[in-house]
């Protein structure tokens, strides 16, 4: 039977998604998520289930335990308050919604569970997060020496630079491989990493471009997007298929 997946949605109190898009009215809000994630769980051979934002955290939790594997998404920004920060100039848009689900899905999965996790962009930062670490609220502003890692006008498979992959890691293990080109929509980034994390791919400016939790459980994260390469580079589906075979042994 395929794993069943876990996919963290977006929030947004927008109306031009439906408005733009002719499948709403004003005044609505919206929960969606980029096919890339679905069609990345899909050719992997896992079974899709998105993961709606809920007005009750308990009515959310009980789909953990029916799931094989969860799969933490991009989006906004996370409020920096949760990670004993305070706002700043050039913090994107937050999501309260969002962050309050996430992190205690997160928490509950990485310390009372043993499901496997892969995080990708704002999930791997909402896992350094709920893991203890703080993030950079904004490269451009704390650290302007590095190089661009906002190409938005790149096409999602373009890659942007290329990142190190640290020997002996799971990463290392999935792609075989000392370095890997990555594509990068990111303008925060890990800064102090969490409890129990390594860093497992870094960029040569040291931002950190992967982490994992050591053992044998699976719980990878990326600051990358993988799932965008995948039609352009088949490689890239082999993080994918390295998660869901462990949900399939989980």
Same mark, same amino acid.
Not at 32 to 54: F, H, Q, S
Not at 119 to 141: E, F, K, M, P, W
């Given at each position: 039977m395929k794993p069943i997946i876990g996919i963290c949605t977006n929030y947004s109190s927008k109306d031009d998604h439906g408005l733009i898009t002719k499948l709403g009215l004003p005044g609505q809000e919206w929960q969606l998520v980029a096919d890339d994630y679905v069609k990345a769980?899909?050719?992997a051979g896992g079974v $899709?289930? #998105? =993961? $709606?934002? @809920?007005r009750d955290i308990n009515n959310i939790l009980p789909i953990l335990d029916i799931l094989d594997g969860i799969l933490f998404t991009g989006g906004s920004d996370i409020d920096p308050l949760k990670y004993g920060d305070m706002p700043q100039h050039n913090l994107g848009s937050i999501c309260p919604e969002r962050d309050v689900q996430e992190l205690t899905l997160a928490q509950k999965a990485l310390?009372? /569970?043993e499901i496997p996790i892969l995080g990708i962009c704002r999930g791997h930062q909402l896992i350094n997060v709920a893991s203890g670490g @703080? =993030?950079?609220y904004d490269l451009n502003t704390q650290l302007p020496d590095v190089m661009c890692h906002t190409s938005f006008h790149a096409p999602k498979y373009h890659t942007a630079h290329d990142a190190q992959i640290i020997a *002996? @890691?799971? /990463?290392?293990? #999935?792609?075989?491989r000392e370095v890997? *080109?990555?594509?990068?929509?990111?303008h925060q980034s890990i800064d102090v990493l969490g409890k129990d994390f390594i860093v497992s791919m870094a960029a040569k400016d040291g931002i950190i471009e992967a982490m994992e939790k050591p053992g044998d459980r699976f719980v990878v994260s990326v600051q990358w997007h993988p799932e965008m390469m995948i039609d352009r580079n088949p490689n890239y589906i082999q993080l994918f298929k390295a998660f869901i075979e462990s949900c399939s042994k989980a």
């Amino acid at each position: 039977m395929k794993p069943i997946i876990g996919i963290c949605t977006n929030y947004s109190s927008k109306d031009d998604h439906g408005l733009i898009t002719k499948l709403g009215l004003p005044g609505q809000e919206w929960q969606l998520v980029a096919d890339d994630y679905v069609k990345a769980v899909e050719r992997a051979g896992g079974v $899709p289930v #998105i =993961l $709606p934002i @809920t007005r009750d955290i308990n009515n959310i939790l009980p789909i953990l335990d029916i799931l094989d594997g969860i799969l933490f998404t991009g989006g906004s920004d996370i409020d920096p308050l949760k990670y004993g920060d305070m706002p700043q100039h050039n913090l994107g848009s937050i999501c309260p919604e969002r962050d309050v689900q996430e992190l205690t899905l997160a928490q509950k999965a990485l310390y009372e /569970m043993e499901i496997p996790i892969l995080g990708i962009c704002r999930g791997h930062q909402l896992i350094n997060v709920a893991s203890g670490g @703080t =993030l950079y609220y904004d490269l451009n502003t704390q650290l302007p020496d590095v190089m661009c890692h906002t190409s938005f006008h790149a096409p999602k498979y373009h890659t942007a630079h290329d990142a190190q992959i640290i020997a *002996g @890691t799971k /990463m290392h293990e #999935i792609f075989s491989r000392e370095v890997i *080109g990555v594509n990068s929509y990111h303008h925060q980034s890990i800064d102090v990493l969490g409890k129990d994390f390594i860093v497992s791919m870094a960029a040569k400016d040291g931002i950190i471009e992967a982490m994992e939790k050591p053992g044998d459980r699976f719980v990878v994260s990326v600051q990358w997007h993988p799932e965008m390469m995948i039609d352009r580079n088949p490689n890239y589906i082999q993080l994918f298929k390295a998660f869901i075979e462990s949900c399939s042994k989980a």
